[in-house]
């Protein structure tokens, strides 16, 4: 049987391919594999964000709950990150995050990597740049979302 | 009196401004706003459209409207055209019935010269009523699978409710080693599928960027940012085909209200390629 490392597992993620070597070995000493069946949770809404995700397989929906039932806001896809409440107080869960498909995600624990962040300030910097690309590109994804691009328009 | 009128005019009305009369032969619901409409020639026919050019449908004592052409009579038997009523025109072409008579002009402009994928992975993607300008590509790339390499279709709308051709699509979905994903905007109780933008589909493609042909239709913001990410990705801009949409009167060259810089977006387009129309989108107002 062929196993894959942890470490590779990660430096396979395209998500993550602009860190170096280095960065990959020691968050690969903060992660361990995970498999969420449908319908279980990855975070639920104000619980700490002890760990964040990077979605190997499978989808997971951004929802909030409500008294008529979960509003799901955004789907994420295999190859994305998922969580990062972890690296901002009061670090806990903005949303429910529920898997949609079996999704397979390498998990992260986050008072291991805060810890390496905070020890090794420029692989932290890494690390913060690599997440505020990824929100970066949430929020620009967002904005177009908001210009209801496919509502009315002015026609004839 | 009416019949006689009717037998006077002319078998093929003479130019490109006089309307053909067709009938509507049949009216398909497909949203809250939108219809598809089938037509059969009354008057000899337009010439048969390509996929992706448009015609000018006339509503009697209401006005013409561009549309472009959702079925193609040489495929389906009939001419179609998908509507979403916006304004009085399309508000009118909505409303009617088989058996409703309108005037046709037609059809103009460039298609999206499907062959010129053959060979290659076609990749797909539309967003809102941009579905249907790009519906007859789809099934022509589908009834010729074996022309092409892999194919994705990828389609965004603003909610589950607002997606065109729901059934047509699970029949893509059927076709063999065919990549179809839908997204929309903002999800409604029920919804299953995918929620965001129609550029998070584009990761994990099975299509290779580099040997792909690119049909990309919808609003111009989501085309531009589609356009861009499909050529960051690794595609050939020339081989990446987006379909612009302008202010169409004569619809032949004449009255420059479809402008876009050195383009007469009426005869010039409305498909263009995306080294064509990357500079000209990209032009601010100042």
């Known amino acids: ?156 | 009196m009416a019949a006689d009128v009717a037998t006077a005019v002319p078998a093929r009305p003479a130019g490109p401004m006089v309307p053909v009369r067709y009938r509507v032969t049949a009216r398909h619901q497909d949203t809250a706003d939108s219809v598809t409409l089938s037509l059969m020639p009354i008057d000899e026919p337009i010439d048969d459209p390509e996929p992706g050019q448009f015609t000018m449908l006339y509503v009697f004592g209401v006005g013409e409207v561009p549309i472009s052409v959702s079925g193609c009579p040489s495929r389906e038997g009939v001419l179609m055209h998908s509507v979403r009523a916006v304004g009085a025109i399309s508000r009118a072409l909505c409303r009617l019935e088989p058996g409703s008579a309108l005037g046709v002009r037609g059809p103009f402009g460039v298609g999206w010269d499907v062959s010129s994928a053959e060979g290659s992975d076609v990749l797909i993607v539309a967003g809102g009523i941009g579905l249907a300008p790009l519906r007859p590509v789809i099934r022509e790339v589908l009834a010729g699978r074996e022309r092409f390499g892999r194919v994705a279709i990828l389609i965004g709308a603003r909610t589950p409710d607002a997606l065109l051709y729901t059934e047509e699509i699970e029949q893509w979905r059927a076709v063999p080693d065919v990549h179809v994903e839908i997204t929309v905007d903002a999800a409604t109780q029920g919804w299953t599928g995918n929620v965001g933008v129609v550029t998070t589909l584009l990761e994990g493609l099975p299509t290779t960027p580099t040997s792909t042909t690119a049909f990309v239709c919808g609003p111009e913001v989501m085309m531009r940012v589609v356009a861009r990410d499909i050529v960051e990705s690794g595609a050939d801009a020339s081989k990446v085909r987006i379909s612009l949409e302008r202010n169409f009167q004569c619809a032949v060259r004449q009255c420059g209200h479809c402008q876009l810089g050195p383009l007469f977006v009426c005869a010039d387009g409305p498909v263009v390629s995306w080294t064509k129309a990357a500079g000209l989108l990209a032009v601010r107002r100042w």
Request: with cysteine; proline share 5%.
């Open chain 1, 1 to 156: 049987m062929n196993l894959t490392s942890i470490r590779d597992l990660l430096a396979a993620q395209p998500v993550l391919l602009d860190l170096e070597p280095a960065d990959i070995d020691l968050m690969a000493g903060c992660a361990h594999n995970q498999v969420f069946e449908p319908g279980t949770f990855l975070a639920h809404e104000d619980e700490p964000a002890n760990h964040f995700y990077v979605l190997r397989e499978g989808k997971v929906a951004i929802e909030l709950h409500s008294a008529t039932g979960p509003l799901l806001i955004e789907t994420i896809g295999s190859g994305d990150l998922v969580g990062w409440s972890w690296l901002f107080p009061p670090n806990r869960w903005a949303f429910d995050v529920e898997a949609v498909a079996t999704t397979k995600a390498i998990v992260i624990d986050a008072w291991c990597l805060r810890d390496k962040c905070e020890t090794d300030p420029a692989f932290g910097y890494r690390v913060m740049k690599r997440f505020a690309q990824v929100m970066v590109d949430r929020l620009q994804m967002t904005r177009l979302r908001l210009l209801d691009l496919y509502g009315a328009g002015n026609g004839r």
